[in-house]
């Protein structure tokens, strides 16, 4: 499994999980604000399934080499 998430990515993917895992404490009190914990998932670990199919790496390492 090589990251394919970057910097800036990641950060957006924290910041939006945070904010809808939020939603389930304050506001609309929605259950649906636990579906927060997939970009928290995968902004933590630096891979994104999604990514693969597309090509898609906003990561600027060299993913050859975290192998």
Do not use: E, H
């Not at 902004?43 to 050859?64: E, R, V």
């Amino acid at each position: 499994m090589q990251k394919n998430v970057g910097g800036i990515d990641r950060k957006l993917r924290i910041v939006a999980g945070l904010v809808l895992i939020a939603l389930v404490f304050v506001g609309p009190q929605t259950p649906w604000g636990w579906i927060g914990l997939v970009p928290l998932g995968t902004a933590l670990i630096g891979w994104c399934p999604a990514y693969l199919p597309f090509g898609i790496k906003t990561c600027s390492i060299d993913s050859s080499k975290d192998a």
